[in-house]
């Protein structure tokens, strides 16, 4: 997929070293996106020199001999790169954050850059003042001048902070080390600038005598600079870590002020380096502490209501596994995402599986599209239950990985009934039939599965009644291949089975009468009417009871019987005198409304025989 870069915003720009399609971008002619692989790599390159100027623009201040040699023509090399760069600013397309559009105008981009600071300060940091003090020095003595106008060039480092911004947001580079790296490089550059400063301040007071360094060595000045910025980096990282060996200390007013000020300075930086350093090692095991102190309360929890240690051991598994799998959890993950973009996710995990299970063969890729967006992925370790037998059927699941055992309880004995694994389904039948799980399902080993809701299942399959059909089809399929262990654990399905078998030569029957009838009225085809709402009606599962709804009786006799709504009232009366053991001659709802169309009956819904 490629970025739509002209709809990012300037402060959402890519991250170091990520690849944008150029293709993608229209822009004019000799403009530059702002983050073109070339042109960030470029970028890069000029923090490499930012780097190297902001070292050697304190080192010339403070050591005459060091601006004098190799380090000016390096400097001349340097500022001819970043001149380089001045000019490329003027083809840079820029973002406009009122509107978040790229800007590739020239004129605009010339305007933008010409009326900012930028450009002021971006010039002035690269004249060569260095060669200018050379030339000048010895006309007209302006030597100190040009050396404190050098440090315009430390202006640069905006571009070392922009660096490190990137590379923190650069999932490619660990966060903990390029935020090390950013702590050592401000370390380094304080202590290095303080040296040279304090260098600076000897090397310009008289008599030297009376200076930190000129105490010990009176003959500093005639040294090599490297003796002298040795020294003067001794110095600012014995001050910079309160060691203080008493060596080098004031001997003058201005050296006592700095001395001061840069010990205030040394208070804020060791308290900002241990804040991040904790910051940083606090959030490697944050982790840790959440999981030390969430199996600390379960322990807890389990020990003041004296649960059994089975049911311990289970907590403690499920707890740990959880943060294994942190990572791993979809809604964790995917909380914060749109939900287009979190439907094309779930697809692209769940679908193949989806698509295995028998309930879903053969229906729409519209449908199966609807069910996989709403599947929640969830991890259980070994030896858990996942359904427990006689718990409401609130949702059910397919398995993914790992495997699971089906068992039951009789009398407090347990009963081993199935084994499933990836691809198969569990507590769709308590689902489906809208009755108490009859099974529990423990897993085996640690497995992978999706779960469903009940609610949002219905939901979809209620409005596409095609795909209804299909689903229960296959479900009636499925219920015929059950092993008779698990159909005597379901005595209702034995009748219901029976049941289907009788109605589909009912109802071919009705359907041939239907076509004689249709060809005696004129229609030549001999073609039945398929609007009919009736031959939708087998699909539909209601509970009917023999007594009216607002009459009390015992519990044994308040249980209903689960049945498929037939295609006729006269046939709902047969099939109700079947199953009641008594003909009734009204059918009630709840709520004591007749019932006068099956076709505005729905799923579930309950029938009163009287």
Not at 131 to 150: A, P, R, Y
Not at 503 to 527: F, H, L, Y
Request: net charge neutral; glycine share 6%; proline share 3%.
């Amino acid at each position: 997929m490629k970025n739509k870069s002209a709809s990012v915003s300037s402060s959402l720009l890519p991250a170091f070293g990520t690849v944008v399609d150029d293709g993608d971008l229209h822009l004019k002619r000799n403009v530059i996106a702002p983050y073109d692989r070339r042109y960030r790599w470029w970028q890069t390159f000029l923090v490499g020199l930012v780097i190297y100027s902001a070292w050697a623009s304190i080192l010339e201040l403070t050591f005459d001999k060091a601006a004098n040699g190799v380090l000016l023509f390096i400097d001349l090399v340097v500022d001819f790169f970043f001149a380089i760069d001045i000019i490329l600013t003027f083809f840079v397309a820029y973002f406009d954050t009122s509107n978040f559009i790229l800007v590739d105008d020239h004129l605009k981009i010339a305007f933008r850059y010409v009326t900012r600071f930028w450009l002021f300060m971006d010039v002035a940091s690269t004249i060569p003042f260095p060669l200018i003090n050379k030339i000048l020095i010895d006309e007209w003595h302006t030597g100190q001048v040009f050396s404190l106008l050098n440090l315009l060039r430390l202006w640069r480092l905006y571009r070392v902070g922009e660096l490190f911004k990137r590379l923190e947001k650069d999932i490619r580079f660990s966060y903990f080390w390029t935020r090390l790296l950013k702590l050592i490089c401000v370390t380094l550059f304080a202590v290095h600038s303080a040296g040279c400063f304090y260098y600076w301040l000897a090397a310009r007071h008289k008599p030297s005598e009376h200076t930190w360094i000129g105490r010990l060595i009176g003959d500093f000045k005639q040294k090599g600079f490297w003796h002298g910025y040795i020294c003067s980096i001794y110095w600012s990282i014995v001050t910079l870590t309160s060691v203080g060996y008493g060596e080098f200390y004031s001997m003058n007013e201005g050296e006592k002020i700095f001395n001061s000020i840069y010990m205030l300075f040394n208070m804020g930086l060791i308290a900002y380096i241990i804040g991040n350093i904790t910051n940083l090692v606090v959030q490697s095991v944050v982790k840790t502490f959440a999981m030390r102190d969430s199996i600390n309360e379960v322990m807890r929890y389990a020990s003041k209501n004296q649960l059994p240690e089975g049911m311990r051991e289970q907590m403690l598994a499920h707890m740990q596994l959880k943060f294994n799998t942190a990572e791993l959890q979809q809604e964790e993950v995917l909380k914060d995402l749109p939900k287009a973009i979190r439907s094309s996710i779930a697809q692209h995990l769940f679908w193949k599986t989806a698509e295995k299970t028998y309930l879903f063969q053969g229906v729409s890729d519209d449908f199966l599209s609807q069910l996989v967006s709403e599947m929640k992925a969830e991890y259980f370790p070994p030896r858990i239950e996942i359904i427990l037998q006689n718990e409401i059927p609130t949702d059910f699941y397919i398995l993914v990985s790992g495997a699971v055992d089906v068992v039951t309880y009789k009398n407090g004995t347990e009963q081993f009934l199935s084994n499933l694994e990836s691809a198969d389904m569990a507590g769709e039948i308590g689902v489906i039939f809208n009755i108490p799980q009859p099974f529990t399902v423990r897993t085996k080993r640690l497995s992978q599965v999706i779960r469903i809701s009940n609610h949002q299942f219905k939901q979809m399959v209620q409005s596409e009644s095609t795909d209804g059909k299909i689903i229960i089809a296959n479900f009636m399929e499925y219920l015929r291949g059950l092993e008779k262990d698990m159909l005597q654990e379901l005595p209702f399905l034995t009748e219901l089975l029976a049941d289907q078998n009788v109605q589909p030569t009912a109802q071919n029957e009705e359907k041939q009468n239907r076509e004689t009838m249709d060809s005696t009225d004129g229609n030549p085809t001999g073609t039945s009417n398929t609007s009919d709402p009736s031959l939708s009606a087998g699909t539909i599962r209601v509970i009917i009871y023999g007594y009216h709804p607002s009459k009390k009786t015992i519990s044994g006799d308040r249980l209903g019987k689960l049945i498929f709504l037939p295609n006729s009232i006269a046939d709902l009366f047969n099939l109700a005198e079947k199953k009641l053991g008594k003909r009734g001659s009204t059918i009630l709802m709840a709520d004591g409304s007749e019932v006068e169309d099956l076709s505005a009956l729905r799923e579930n819904d309950h029938l009163f025989i009287v």
